[in-house]
């Protein structure tokens, strides 16, 4: 309940001057209170799912809390569920566990894939579950012109989606074609003025000055994209909601911690942006980022805020992040307040359950893997230069650099070298069968032999490979297209370890539980052929033309900061 309407005020005010029972009762608990700053003695009554107030009213249920301290449900601002390699039923029940309440999610993974019948699929996949799950509409479908997605969701698509789900859709997702903005694009700007009146999420890494002067004035209002304090302060300067990053492959919350003061945290939220299902199995969801947070100097009520209070005022997600009267009852008992350790979760009033959140009855997509016959020769480099520019990794960053490197040469072509830590990449193709693939090098993934493929390669997902020798690369790029989508580890001209993401090449159907574990084998198998941690995660944001400086496309070597396809060889 958001708001009371004329047939139920009656009843509310009665009970919240109790005149009647409540449902329950929360004993003796210590209230972290998100909207008054402070922490102090409250007993809580909860009646159909919402707070009704403090006080020592009569309850059908009385729980003694025994000190526990109370805290709102948390509200996850920016992740793209995909990201995780479960369905968003299996999502729900993992962070709700954690004491996740609400997400926000940008569902483009699968629109660049699907297209509107992606976003559809997500909406109804995310029905009805305890955790409130609410969506922006993609902006960026495709991300750029310099690769192949798997369709176009255009400004006339963002105004009837934003019509069609009025109270699902909050508005328009990260506008990642920041160039588009600056420049004017025409769609571009039909898009943004699309959602005029609704949130409208930026995406503008390492942007700055007067070009991020007028990418704020078309009215992208947050950004999660910033690496440093210096990037930090002068989007906060500028009026920006700052998202601070805790992933499973982007660690920015250290960093940007320093940032935060008493007088801008309400202006500051946590997000995750992506978070695979082993981290939300074992680590947490934005528990795990609010326990980070405190161990890194931050005042646990403010870290707690930016996780509930801040995130529902910026979405305009009314009567939720807080524990008051008429507020939506989705709270946590914590044993701790410091290592936020979890005792109970409650999801509008009812005490967590697993039983509750059964994945809705509906057909998952078909096959969305359409990829060309392929050979050794599909993945070959001729010599055409001295000098080669190389992707290299940067260690728990999106970004990569741009290396120039004298390659091995053998037989005319260009080979990986492992000595240099130098792999060969590939990105192949996937929506339509066109055959196209790009070809480059990459450095710092760690690969000593055998070779890594999977359609996760953000954000048009096509085929992504990366190897030491070609036989071994074609093996696995025909593997994952076997499958329908997915990852795999290949060594010496076998399949080492397949993990099927049959919905959209993107989630499992199964379990999270046997996501995660099949997962976890193939990140061992990698270890095993000397990849670095969590290399899938690493491989999928290689083919990722909007994050700086060079990346993959299946169209060739994009210069991200140039915005422009640009030669593998030096001039």
């Known amino acids: ?83 995780s390699q479960i369905l968003p039923s299996e999502f729900a029940r993992l962070v709700a566990s954690r004491g996740t309440a609400a997400v926000v999610a940008d569902p483009h ?22 955790v409130s799950f609410y969506f ?48 004017r694009d025409p769609e571009t700007m039909a898009k943004i003025a699309a959602a005029k009146g609704k949130n409208i999420d930026g995406h503008a890494p390492q942007l700055s000055g007067l070009d991020l002067n007028s990418y704020i004035m078309v009215g992208p209002g947050s950004d999660h994209e910033a690496t440093t304090l210096e990037e930090a302060r002068e989007k906060l300067r500028l009026g920006m909601h700052l998202m601070l990053r805790e992933g499973s492959r982007e660690h920015n919350l250290d960093d940007l911690l320093p940032v935060i003061n008493r007088y801008n945290s309400a202006n500051c939220s946590l997000v995750s942006d992506d978070r695979h299902v082993i981290d939300l199995l074992h680590k947490g969801h934005l528990d795990y980022s609010i326990r980070k947070a405190i161990a890194g100097g931050l005042a646990p009520l403010t870290a707690i805020q930016m996780a509930t209070i801040n995130p529902a005022r910026y979405f305009g997600l009314k009567r939720r992040g807080a524990v008051a009267p008429g507020y939506r009852a989705d709270c946590i008992l914590l044993n701790d307040l410091e290592s936020f350790t979890i005792a109970q979760v409650f999801l509008a009033g009812r005490l967590f359950s697993e039983k509750d959140f059964a994945a809705p009855s509906q057909p998952l997509p078909g096959n969305t893997v359409s990829v060309a016959k392929l050979s050794e020769e599909s993945f070959a480099i001729p010599v055409a230069g001295a000098k080669v520019k190389v992707i290299g990794i940067v260690p728990g960053q999106l970004v990569t ?56 390669a953000h954000d048009s997902h096509n085929l992504i490979v990366a190897g030491i020798n070609d036989a071994d690369m074609l093996l696995a790029a025909r593997s994952v297209k076997e499958m329908g989508g997915g990852l795999v580890v290949v060594a010496d001209g076998r399949i080492w370890g397949r993990l099927p993401l049959p919905v959209a090449g993107l989630m499992s159907a199964e379990k999270a539980e046997t996501t995660a574990s099949a997962l976890k084998l193939l990140q061992d198998q990698a270890a095993l052929l000397g990849a670095a941690n969590d290399p899938f995660m690493t491989l999928s944001f290689l083919a990722l033309p909007v994050i700086p400086s060079l990346k993959l496309s299946d169209q060739g070597l994009v210069d991200v900061d140039k915005f422009s396809l640009t030669d593998l060889w030096l001039d």
Request: proline content about 4%; some cysteine; glycine content about 12%.
């Open 136 to 183: 922006m509409v993609p902006s960026c479908v495709p991300a750029t012109n310099m690769e192949t997605a798997g369709a176009v969701i255009d400004a006339a698509a963002v105004t009837a989606l934003l019509k069609k789900h009025p109270d699902r859709l909050l508005g328009l997702a990260e506008v990642m074609n920041f160039p588009g903005v600056i420049n």
């Open 109 to 130: 993974e699968i629109a660049n894939v699907m297209g509107l019948a992606g976003v559809e699929f997500m909406l109804a996949a995310s029905a009805g579950l305890p």
């Open 401 to 456: 650099r741009e290396i120039i490197v004298v390659p091995k040469i053998s037989k005319g072509f260009v080979v990986a070298d492992p000595d240099r830590d130098l792999a060969k990449l590939a990105v192949i193709e996937r929506h339509y069968g066109s055959g196209r693939i790009g070809l480059g090098l990459v450095q710092g993934l760690g690969l000593g032999r055998g070779a890594l493929a999977g359609t996760v």
């Open 1 to 83: 309940m958001n708001e009371l309407n004329a047939g139920t005020i009656d009843h509310y005010i009665d009970l919240a001057r109790g005149r009647g029972q409540a449902d329950l009762l929360l004993r003796n608990v210590r209230l972290v209170n998100v909207l008054s700053g402070e922490i102090h003695p409250a007993d809580v009554a909860i009646a159909d799912g919402v707070f009704l107030g403090f006080g020592n009213y009569a309850a059908r249920e009385v729980l003694e809390c025994e000190g526990r301290y109370l805290v709102p449900g948390l509200i996850e601002g920016h992740i793209h569920i995909e990201s």
